[in-house]
């Protein structure tokens, strides 16, 4: 049982992974953008500028849930000492700094038509832009301390204070006045999204999800061996 | 119709230029993710090749890894 979660056995099934999703995923985008562009209705008041939904909340969703993970990894890694975890933090960060960038950049091309401005210093996004220093500050300690553990450590700790501002994001449009929408999906209770625009949403959610699981199998695949690089060296 | 399409009732150029920046941007992310990938086996094979015959043997026998690397290295070429 325990030899399925081998490293080799690993390395074995995220190759395999790797080549499903690949074989799926144009066919599955294909589908999402059919339905995101041509199949679901313009909104009543925005228009077709609603479109930009189906790429920047699904981005904000990711950026967002990317982040947490990372912190609640690093908890662990500060608890449990895994190597295997730092290895998996290192390659969502990443993905999830892009994500949360393009939620700021289709977030202000939505803005445009819809509020009339680029950008405005409002909660919600101040705190996006918070978020995204937070993941420009774990990426680059990682890479500019040479010391090993000391940046697992100064990464694990920037991760864990930045999680802090994760509620902030969620609950910014509730707690202070801004221009953003209230939340329109809801986990619990009933959300104020028309089924028509709730499916291409969650089809580009579904997609982008897919792409992510696809470059982060890439990137731990990537980590396994250069592990295994520098090991063959010290032989 | 083409042109309504592209047009988005005026709305096109900003909903074009959002979906085209969050493609374009994932389209580079996975050509460089892959371009690392590929590097990082390409060299890890190299290096198993340069080892003297008997440690080559010793590494292939004793990781599933190195053999799997070789083995994808082998087909590729």
Redesign the interface.
């Known amino acids: 049982m325990f030899s399925l979660f081998s490293p080799s056995n690993i390395f074995y099934w995220i190759g395999k992974l790797i080549s499903f999703i690949n074989s799926i995923f144009f066919i599955l985008l294909l589908v999402a953008l059919s339905f995101a562009l041509i199949f679901s209705p313009p909104d009543y008041l925005q228009g077709d500028s609603v479109r930009i939904m189906y790429v920047h909340v699904p981005s904000a969703w990711i950026g967002l849930a990317s982040f947490t993970c990372i912190a609640l990894l690093s908890i662990f890694n500060f608890i449990f000492k895994t190597k295997n975890l730092i290895i998996v933090t290192k390659s969502i960060a990443p993905l999830g700094l892009m994500f949360t960038c393009l939620a700021i950049i289709t977030g202000s091309l939505w803005g445009q038509p819809t509020w009339g401005t680029w950008w405005v210093w409002d909660a919600r996004l101040t705190s996006m832009v918070i978020l995204a220093l937070f993941y420009v500050g774990y990426i680059v300690s990682n890479k500019l301390i040479l010391n090993e553990e000391r940046a697992n450590k100064i990464s694990s700790i920037i991760a864990i204070i930045g999680l802090i501002n994760i509620p902030i994001i969620k609950f910014s449009v509730d707690w202070w006045n801004t221009l953003h929408q209230p939340t329109s999906v809801k986990l619990t209770g009933t959300s104020t999204i028309h089924s028509s625009m709730l499916t291409p949403l969650l089809l580009m959610f579904f997609v982008m999800m897919l792409y992510c699981a696809l470059i982060f199998l890439m990137k731990y695949k990537t980590e396994i061996i250069r592990m295994k690089k520098k090991n063959l060296k010290r032989l | 119709m083409i042109l309504n ?1 592209l047009n ?5 150029l ?2 074009w ?3 085209s ?2 493609f374009i ?2 389209a580079i ?2 050509y460089k ?2 371009k ?2 590929k590097k ?2 390409r ?2 094979a190299k ?2 090749n340069e ?1 003297s015959t008997e ?1 080559r043997k010793l ?1 292939i026998e004793n ?4 053999s ?2 070789l083995s ?1 290295q082998s087909k590729t070429i």
Do not use: D
């Open positions: 399409f988005m009732n005026g709305y096109g900003f909903v230029a959002a979906f920046i969050t941007s994932c992310v996975f993710t892959q690392t990938l990082y086996e060299e890890f290096e198993i080892l440690r590494v990781s599933k890894i190195a799997q690397v994808s």
